[in-house]
């Protein structure tokens, strides 16, 4: 198996590809260090496609070569995904949710640009861990983002960005002052943070074992073939676990509120 040190390095990497993306995640991170707080991440997000070649197990076996274990699996009906979450026995590892598009469910106008992109990258950069966060492999035209956006917002977010985690997770759970979610919303939307409130700012409930919420995904700067553009990029997600009968906290996902916080990196959705 591979090393402890090994992995730490692999998730600083991926880290520093995020908040490269994602500078409001920095700037909520450092916030809360600067308030005393010790940040440990519950999960971390990645999106792919089901094709053949870059399934959820092509992502996965880059966690799984470090321990990781298959955990749970999730359905989105409607917006025609299908994911799975792994973890780690050493619990400080965070979590792994890795949701891929149906693509058999797709309109053939996304299966022909998707397998097009899927075409362009090698089996050897599949193979590299690196490939988790290597962004994009082809070349991307504004027009076709668009013509993606309007049938699967998922699927316009991977052709534009590529491979890269979509969001790091807030353990709530750790934090000294901030262990009550609306608290923890408050405080940031103080400080000029926009929350997703597609379904309300806070997904799940104590009952259901875990609550979330997330930033709304800042525009960035995105080159494309035909221009540069602003579109959503990555976001920032707080979750709050609770006990289950067993007294261990709830490690799982809900589905409904997953649903939710996808809509986060939606360009109309507030
Ligand atoms: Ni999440």
């Known amino acids: 198996m591979a090393s402890e040190s090994n992995f730490t390095n692999f998730m600083e990497r991926m880290w520093a590809d995020y908040i490269k993306m994602t500078p409001q995640a920095l700037q909520i991170y450092n916030l809360l260090q600067q308030n005393g707080e010790t940040i440990i991440n519950d999960h971390i997000a990645l999106r792919t496609f089901n094709h053949p070649r870059l399934?959820?197990?092509?992502?996965a076996q880059h966690f799984t070569k470090y321990g990781y274990k298959e955990s749970g699996e999730y359905f989105f009906v409607e917006k025609k995904l299908y994911a799975k979450h792994y973890q780690h026995e050493n619990k400080e590892y965070p979590k792994i949710f890795i949701s891929e598009l149906e693509l058999q469910k797709v309109s053939p106008l996304i299966q022909e640009i998707v397998s097009n992109c899927v075409n362009q990258i090698s089996?050897?950069?599949?193979?590299?861990?690196?490939?988790?966060?290597?962004?994009?492999?082809?070349?991307?035209q504004h027009s076709v983002y668009e013509k993606?956006?309007?049938e699967s917002e998922y699927a316009?977010?991977?052709?534009?960005?590529?491979?890269?985690?979509?969001?790091?997770?807030?353990?709530?759970?750790?934090?000294?002052?901030?262990?009550?979610?609306?608290?923890?919303?408050?405080?940031?939307?103080q400080q000029g943070t926009k929350l997703n409130a597609s379904?309300?700012?806070?997904?799940?409930?104590?009952?259901?074992?875990?609550?979330?919420?997330?930033?709304?995904?800042a525009e960035i700067p995105v080159q494309f073939a035909d221009g540069i553009y602003n579109i959503p990029g990555?976001?920032?997600?707080?979750?709050?676990?609770?006990?289950?009968?067993?007294?261990?906290?709830?490690?799982?996902?809900?589905?409904?509120?997953?649903d939710k916080i996808f809509e986060s990196t939606n360009k109309n959705s507030m």
């Not at 050897?124 to 290597?134: G, L, R």
């Not at 379904?199 to 995904?217: D, F, H, I, N, R």
Request: aromatic share 16%; net charge positive; hydrophobic share 40%.
């Open 199 to 217: 379904g309300g700012e806070v997904k799940g409930t104590p009952q259901e074992l875990l609550e979330q919420s997330s930033t709304m995904a």
């Open 234 to 258: 990555c976001y920032y997600e707080f979750a709050k676990r609770y006990p289950m009968t067993n007294g261990e906290l709830y490690q799982g996902f809900i589905a409904k509120s997953a």
């Open 123 to 140: 089996d050897a950069a599949i193979q590299d861990e690196n490939f988790v966060f290597s962004g994009r492999h082809w070349i991307c």
């Open 55 to 59: 399934g959820i197990k092509s992502l």
């Open 148 to 150: 993606l956006a309007k």
């Open 156 to 189: 316009s977010w991977v052709y534009a960005y590529g491979f890269r985690p979509n969001h790091f997770t807030v353990n709530i759970n750790v934090l000294k002052n901030f262990s009550d979610i609306l608290k923890l919303n408050n405080f940031l939307k």
